[in-house]
T-cell receptor, first 110, second 117 residues
């Protein structure tokens, strides 16, 4: 199967700070999705990206589909305590199968 | 619009016992997925259905896991017999578009947390 390397593994930040995380692979992906998962819940879709170079925002969240099609980035601006959770990237490979990264655990200190 | 429904939310069993999970996808969604999420890891695809046909089950341990989606709507995932390493959250997801489309967004249920003792 395909490997998605997600980093950092965890982050401890102060409320108000900006956050950046990324997902990389040695393979080309057709679609990139970013999800947030809170304890005891399933992943919730944040942003979907379909074209290389695409930059999409959802409130304070901005994600980009890498030009090489092998990576994607998620930024969160002005973090707040409710941003706490695990953020997963997911890439659609060969138009038929999604692979997930191992997640970035975000902790926000008020 | 109702989301993906899963039951039960929690299940505790002893090794070698059997267990079954149920999933009802979002109405009208053609594609249904079962994922296994081990603590500290991302979800791993077990099986993917399009309507009532299996598209991909390459990562399903077929000696003990089985899944069906008989009428192309809800689905069940079964483990028989369970092993300790099956302890995980089992997530069901569905998507509107069929396999092969770029805009194949998956929506997840809350999952079933399985503990095998």
């Amino acid at each position: 199967g395909q490997q998605l390397n997600q980093s950092p593994q965890s982050m401890f930040i102060q409320e108000g700070e900006d956050v950046s995380m990324n997902c990389t692979s040695s393979s080309i992906f057709n679609t990139w999705l970013w999800y947030k998962q809170e304890p005891g819940e399933g992943p919730v879709l944040l942003i979907a990206l379909y074209k290389a170079g695409e930059l999409t925002s959802n409130g304070r969240l901005t994600a980009q589909f890498g030009i090489t099609r092998k990576d994607s980035f998620l930024n969160i601006s002005a973090s707040i305590p409710s941003d706490v959770g695990i953020y997963f990237c997911a890439g659609l490979y060969n138009f038929n199968k999604f692979y997930f990264g191992s997640g970035t655990k975000l902790n926000v200190k008020p | 619009e109702a989301g993906v429904a899963q039951s039960p939310r929690y299940k505790i069993i002893e090794k070698r016992q059997s267990v079954a999970f149920w999933c009802n996808p979002i109405s009208g969604h053609a594609t249904l997925y079962w994922y296994q999420q081990i603590l500290g890891q991302g979800p791993k695809l077990l099986i993917q259905f399009q309507n009532n046909g299996v598209v991909d089950d390459s990562q399903l341990p077929k000696d003990r896991f089985s899944a069906e989606r008989l009428k192309g709507v809800d689905s069940t995932l079964k483990i028989q017999p369970a092993k300790l390493e099956d302890s995980a959250v089992y997530l069901c997801a569905s998507s509107l578009d069929p396999v092969g489309r770029a805009k194949n967004i998956q929506y997840f249920g809350a999952g079933t947390r399985l503990s095998v003792l």
